[in-house]
């Protein structure tokens, strides 16, 4: 049995930073109402530890910093593709009743084996984190989740991958299978009329290009989670941003709850604040 660990970037720590504090707030607030089981749900759960790059100390995985969370969640749900990432989350967490490790796709995992235990009748509630490298994440799982009721969750939102690969000048010139990623994340098409326009060029060809930036992506995004996924409340996402300041991805909560969207605000803001 081995431990497979990534190296991390100090934005990292900051958002299981963030992370941490919600799921603890969360849980505190579940466990004492006593009518609801409150489960935690880790999409792309990672292998349990990881490598601080600026310090080169090792560091918990989002999956490890709530399974240390007193009062603890009724349950945890661990999600990964990667086979060896899933080996060293057995070898960091060992065997306990409460944690189920889900080897597989979480587009296919969330929506057949474990959504269907959070229907709002359940009388269970859940913190989901959907935290992946990039355009991985399909809509269906982040509108399942807004039309249950039940479940707030924190999205990764992969601005990375889509500069690199999707949000071209000329969108003739992106690769059909990165339309496609794009395409599936966000649930239809219409983010080619948010980031895009038709023109014509002085020699009176037609181009699709580019005309407006990553904010306007985002804000859009933020409206889709509002209007189609069907939360209450998105918070206004965090940026998080490297050394130089460049944006790396943007954070996301989006929630049914008043009390869950007014804490993680409060967090979000003092982080926003901190010159993130
Ligand atoms: C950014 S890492 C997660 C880090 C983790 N949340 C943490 O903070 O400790 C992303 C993980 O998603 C996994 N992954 C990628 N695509 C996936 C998919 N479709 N379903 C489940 N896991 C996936 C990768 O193997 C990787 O371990």
């Not at 229907?119 to 799982?141: C, K, M, N, Q």
């Not at 395409?183 to 983010?191: E, I, L, N, R, V």
């Not at 954070?251 to 604040?273: C, K, M, Q, W």
């Amino acid at each position: 049995m081995s431990v497979k660990s990534d190296d991390i970037g100090y934005w990292s720590e900051l958002k299981l930073e963030i992370i941490r504090k919600y799921a603890t707030a969360y849980s505190k607030i579940l466990a004492a109402q006593k009518r609801f089981e409150h489960w935690y749900v880790d999409a792309f759960a990672g292998g349990g530890v990881h490598v601080s790059r600026a310090s080169r100390q090792m560091v918990p995985g989002s999956p490890l910093n709530a399974l240390l969370i007193v009062p603890p969640f009724t349950e945890y749900h661990l999600v990964d593709l990667d086979p060896e990432k899933i080996e060293s989350l057995r070898t960091v967490i060992g065997k306990r009743s409460d944690v189920h490790i889900h080897p597989g796709n979480c587009n296919e995992v969330l929506l057949r084996e474990i959504f269907p235990h959070l229907t709002y009748d359940d009388f269970r509630r859940a913190l989901v984190l959907l935290d992946p490298y990039g355009l991985d994440l399909r809509w269906e799982v982040l509108r399942t989740a807004g039309h249950l009721r039940t479940t707030e969750v924190f999205l990764n939102f992969p601005t990375m991958d889509m500069n690199r690969n999707v949000l071209w000048t000329r969108l003739e010139n992106v690769k059909p299978a990165d339309i496609a990623r794009m395409t599936a994340f966000w649930g239809d098409d219409s983010w080619r009329d948010v980031a895009y326009a038709r023109q014509t060029t002085l020699f009176g060809d037609e181009e699709t290009i580019k005309v407006a930036g990553m904010e306007s992506v985002v804000k859009a995004f933020r409206e889709r989670l509002e209007n189609v996924a069907g939360f209450k409340h998105v918070a206004e996402p965090l940026p998080m941003r490297n050394s130089t300041r460049s944006v790396l991805y943007y954070l996301f909560f989006a929630s049914p709850n008043d009390t869950g969207d007014h804490i993680v605000r409060e967090i979000f803001d003092s982080y926003r604040n901190r010159g993130l």
